[in-house]
């Protein structure tokens, strides 16, 4: 499973990428917000950072705005990964953007037939947001089975990209369901890495082998 950091702290992504975990970057609007920083320069930055794709998000809501502001993300670097939400014009723009050879990632994806949707149009990626269906009590994870049942059932290439994982509970479990790649905050990466009986014994080792005398 490909991991993606869903962030626009540029700081965040260079720590996270010195690691050679890290498979790509997601942003959005309210990410961008978040960072403070002009979204070219700031997309810009990450790309020169990131080897893998890094997902600018288009802000219009009508097919040939979508298109235009598609075409300009894609201008910022080769990785740029062109983020649509899946509307009707959304779908129509990802077609077209994928016809003209631009990677894609549909985003705000909350259903089975979203996802069909979007896969039919070539999209890249399909970005189902777990964490967000989870918040209103309906199962997440189940989504991600279903697409993945669906994408193999047709052999679709669109990857599922699970994104709004806020656990590492979602991390694991998309992993087991078959999730392409998993969009991650760097919180959440961070505590994939740890378990106290890891600490515990490590502890232990090291007082055991201070008492050896040795060194290596
Ligand atoms: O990649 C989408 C993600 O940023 C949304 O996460 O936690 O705002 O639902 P969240």
Redesign the pocket.
């Known amino acids: 499973m490909k991991f993606f950091l ?1 962030t626009a702290v540029v700081d965040e992504i260079r720590e996270w990428n010195a690691t050679g975990l890290l498979d790509g970057v ?1 942003t ?1 609007p ?2 961008i917000l978040k960072s403070g920083r002009d979204v070219k320069e700031v997309l810009a930055e990450i790309c020169d950072i990131v080897e893998g794709p890094v997902s600018g998000e288009v802000v219009a809501t009508d097919y040939d705005t979508m298109l235009k502001e598609g075409r300009e993300l894609a201008k910022i670097a080769k990785n740029i990964c062109i983020k649509l939400p899946i509307t009707m014009d959304g779908v129509r723009a990802c077609k077209t953007l994928v016809d003209e050879g631009f990677k894609t990632n549909m ?1 705000l994806c909350f259903s089975a037939n979203q996802a069909l949707l979007v896969a039919k149009a070539g999209a890249t990626y399909v ?1 189902p ?1 777990i ?2 269906l989870d918040d209103m009590a309906i199962d997440g994870m189940e989504l991600i089975e279903e697409i993945r049942a669906i994408y193999d059932n047709y052999m679709f290439e669109t990857e599922i990209l699970a ?2 994982i ?1 656990t590492v509970n979602h991390v694991k479990d998309c992993a087991i369901a078959g999730a392409d790649v998993a ?1 991650l ?1 760097p919180s959440t990466i961070e505590k994939l890495v740890k378990h106290p009986l890891t600490d515990k014994g490590l502890e232990d080792f090291l007082a055991d082998w201070a008492k050896t005398g040795q060194s290596i």
Do not use: E, H
């Open positions: 869903d997601t959005n309210s990410l985003t970005s947001f964490g967000r994104a709004s806020r969009t905050p």
